[in-house]
């Protein structure tokens, strides 16, 4: 349907894209009281991937953030169907199949997170399913679980909705529009902000641009320079001829949408037939190849694929398994339409490093469920500066440099879609595009027994299993390693090797390559101002300073953890965690822009002056811990390393051996010792010399996963666990790092002011240790209080966990009450679906004094 009404010049916010995503930010824009939103659709409403997509709606998922943000969708589609253009909203329930043990682990694990969030999931009966779902053989069926909030939408009724209700709220919608490019300017500091938004119908001027492209989001991101790695990925199902009422009778209530993920299909009604697709192991991207990027032809408007029936052949024979009624029902068509998958099946969301310019794409065949979410949460992205949720996982500042090439994208992309219906295991790596970014060290590590894990593209150390006999041998007086192996999934992805390097770090010292640490470089003579602004510690201070601390967001949530280290009176070195890096560079060059609109910086009329860069692949950093790391370092350096020369939280440039490093005395593991950084072309000589000095000492070698355990029992947190732009820094206990009180203020300063006026914070971050040694946490699991004020409720989640080999226990942190929140209370643990024991620690587990950390020789 054309739209014939004239362009407008001007508008402060240009949605661009008219299916379900575009629809739902219009929406929310003008419901949060945004009217000057202009939503463009270079052909008809719908006609991109909305009006080909399957429409089931599934709440629950996999993460907290994802499951709000579904429950906000089903919520608001429910309320529309009310109005006066429903979506087509279907209440049916949901059914999820296990059809191995493994998979009935998953759904128990499953049933625990709902209770988080107040959802009815529970386990039924493999009887009760066949009941709900009578088509169904049950024969193979382990376990099954019911969501009665689940159900499904006609997506194209859906947009039609939302558009309606965005232009009842002032929204100008125009459809056969088409963009030809987006105009950018440059700020005084050098970063580049859209300005307008050019079509075949006219130009429009324009302070932000948010591209809901779908599968064109792409093409139309590198209009600004701007990289959304996604890639079209063909997409089947089919749908049947009817069947329900002749096999079933008449039905009152509709069938229950179906998943059974071991077999790779689902179902949901269609009328009175069947609508059934899955996820093939052979998947077939669409446009995008290895030396190209995707690239939808320009005409491929509400147009399909041709049909696929040798590569759905398998999907076809797995759902005549679950229900043989598919074995003899007429097919009315096969649906083969593209949908925008990314490297890591999250969506793709949030502003680019080009001021003004969002993304909302990359919806991996869930974008249905979550259009209502997402919506929300890219309302308040735009509106406000920053979104109510924690989005990181979802986060387009997630995707490094390695994205901008086509070949390492599609293989990633692929390798997610083909195991979409995957069960998602602690520790699970990707194996497609590796290795690609590896420490100087990397031939050493994997010479010596490396077990390797990835992140963010690099290959990193999880242990070396050449410590798994010491391993064992610690463990004897045990009872074995069978009687310490975690018995949850924490003990899939596990080794004997981490007791040994736990212990190695614990009782003399271990060594860490944390290379993968990202590293930005400020500097110029401004350098001390940015960074006093953003930061809630005091940063400003002696050369050779080092400052733990937070950089918040305008609510007071944490939207970094990082150390800042200055290196001269005009140059610092921030350390932040290894996916981290674009994320924290991007919010600190967001923050440049704002104090040079402020005119505070001491540049040509007020400019910042400041230099911000990603030194990440410059320098090395190894770890270097233990109450023997001075014995191990000392003889290798001139430095002296005594307290009084050397003090915790200090650096010093010096030389280690024959090469040239910064010394920086920090421990994320709670013990003496120094992170030691050098040029990259000095890392595999660093590595072999500070080796080899400590072989006499007992230095052992140790990768990640012995980190984490040694941390845990320190209480120190991690970002996107225990931190996140949800949690301030008193809810965190970490009060002691925000400095309200210093000069000129930072970012958040008002919002953590005011919550102490009111009262301060409601919860706090507790340690809890559990009654059973082996029943690992994993994240996410309910924690229930048992007495006290609380007793009953469950009031927090686990937000990270392990087992501190010290302190021979169970570790985990939650957010609780603060009357909960203090030690001796006890909680429960819901571990795949039994309630484990345990109390709220009395302070840190390990050396609560840092007496350790601070010794001096």
């Not at 301060?760 to 994240?779: F, K, Q």
Request: with cysteine; hydrophobic share 40%.
């Amino acid at each position: 349907m054309s739209d014939p009404a004239a362009l407008p010049s001007s508008a402060r916010v240009v949605v661009i894209g008219g299916g379900v995503g575009g629809a739902s930010v219009a929406y929310h824009l003008a419901q949060a009281g945004e009217r000057d939103v202009l939503l463009l659709e270079r052909a008809d409403l719908t006609s991109g991937s909305t009006f080909h997509s399957a429409g089931l709606v599934g709440v629950l998922r996999a993460d907290p953030t994802l499951t709000r943000m579904n429950m906000h969708s089903a919520a608001l589609y429910a309320e529309l169907q009310g109005g006066e253009h429903p979506p087509g909203w279907v209440p049916s329930g949901g059914l999820k199949l296990a059809s191995s043990p493994e998979r009935l682990e998953e759904i128990r694990r499953q049933v625990s997170w709902a209770k988080t969030y107040g959802l009815g999931l529970e386990e039924i009966s493999v009887a009760e399913a066949v009941d709900l779902f009578p088509l169904m053989d049950p024969t193979g069926v382990v376990g099954a679980a019911w969501l009665p909030e689940d159900g499904w939408v006609d997506p194209s009724s859906l947009c039609l909705s939302l558009v309606a209700g965005a232009r009842a709220g002032g929204v100008e919608v125009r459809t056969r529009t088409r963009v030809t490019g987006i105009d950018t300017v440059t700020l005084p500091g050098g970063r580049r902000r859209v300005s307008r938004v050019r079509t075949d119908r006219g130009d429009v001027e324009c302070e932000v641009v948010v591209d809901c492209g779908g599968m064109f989001a792409a093409q139309i991101a590198r209009m600004v320079g701007v990289r959304v790695p996604l890639v079209p990925m063909a997409h089947q199902y089919i749908v049947t001829e009817p069947l329900l009422t002749d096999r079933l009778g008449p039905r009152e209530k509709p069938l229950p949408t179906l998943r059974d993920p071991d077999w790779l299909v689902y179902w949901r009604q269609e009328v009175d037939g069947l609508l059934m697709g899955g996820y093939e192991r052979d998947p077939a991207p669409w446009t995008a190849s290895t030396t190209s990027f995707d690239d939808v032809p320009a005409d491929f408007n509400g147009r399909l694929l041709p049909e696929d029936w040798d590569r759905f052949e398998q999907i076809a024979e797995n759902s005549r398994v679950r229900v043989p009624a598919m074995d003899d029902v007429g097919v009315r068509k096969l649906i083969n339409g593209p949908e925008a998958f990314t490297p890591d099946n999250e969506f793709c969301l949030g502003e680019s490093e080009v001021g003004g310019f969002f993304v909302a794409a990359g919806f991996c065949a869930h974008g249905i469920a979550g259009a209502g979410g997402i919506g929300q949460v890219m309302a308040e992205w735009v509106l406000e500066g920053s979104p109510s949720l924690d989005v990181w996982h979802m986060d387009i500042r997630r995707f490094g440099p390695a994205y901008d090439s086509p070949s390492y994208t599609l293989a990633r992309t692929v390798e997610t879609y083909a195991t979409y219906y995957d069960i998602a295991y602690p520790h699970r790596d990707r194996t497609a595009g590796r290795p690609l970014r590896t420490s100087p060290a990397f031939e050493w590590h994997t010479a010596h027994g490396a077990h390797l894990g990835e992140k963010a593209g690099w290959e990193r150390v999880d242990w070396y299993e050449a410590n798994a006999a010491a391993g064992e041998a610690l463990l004897a007086a045990a009872g074995g390693v069978d009687a310490v192996r975690p018995r949850t999934w924490a003990g899939r992805s596990w080794s004997p090797a981490i007791a040994a390097e736990h212990h190695g770090a614990r009782t003399a010292a271990a060594l860490f390559d944390e290379t993968s640490f990202a590293k930005l470089a400020v500097t110029g003579p401004d350098a001390a101002l940015l960074l006093e602004r953003v930061s809630a510690g005091r940063v400003d201070r002696a050369v050779g300073s080092v400052t733990y601390t937070q950089w918040l967001n305008h609510r007071g949530g944490i939207e970094a953890d990082v150390t800042v280290t200055r290196t001269a009176d005009d140059a610092f070195v921030v350390v932040t965690g290894t996916a981290f890096g674009l994320h924290d560079l991007s919010w600190l060059r967001r923050r440049a822009d704002d104090l040079t609109a402020q005119g505070v910086g001491t540049g040509h009329d007020g400019r910042l002056d400041a230099r911000i860069e990603d030194v990440t692949g410059q320098y090395v950093c190894y770890g270097l811990w233990g109450p023997k790391a001075r014995d191990v370092l000392g003889p290798l350096t001139p430095q002296s390393l005594s307290n009084k020369d050397f003090p915790f939280l200090s650096s010093r440039a010096t030389t280690v051996g024959d090469v040239p490093v910064r010394l920086v005395r920090v421990t994320f593991v709670g013990e003496l010792g120094w992170e030691v950084y050098a040029s990259s072309e000095y890392g595999a000589a660093l590595w072999r010399t500070l080796w080899e000095a400590g072989r006499p000492h007992g230095l052992v070698a140790a990768g990640y996963r012995a980190i984490d355990s040694l941390r845990l029992e320190k209480g120190y947190r991690v970002w996107a666990g225990d931190l996140t732009p949800e949690t301030t820094p008193d809810e965190a206990g970490l009060s002691f790092a925000v400095k309200l009180d210093k000069p000129g203020g930072f970012v958040g300063a008002d919002a953590l002011r005011a919550a102490r006026v009111a009262g301060g914070p409601a919860r706090s971050l507790a340690c809890v240790t559990l009654d059973d040694p082996r029943a690992v946490a994993v994240g996410s699991e309910p924690v229930r209080v048992v007495d006290g004020p609380h007793a009953g409720e469950v009031a927090g989640r686990v937000t990270s966990a392990g087992y501190g080999w010290t302190v021979a226990a169970s570790i985990l942190y939650s957010y609780l009450p603060v009357a909960a929140a203090v030690p001796g209370t006890r909680v429960e643990v819901d571990l795949f679906g039994e309630w484990v024991g345990g109390t709220v620690a009395d302070g840190v587990l390990h050396d609560p004094t840092s007496a350790r950390v601070r010794a001096d020789g």
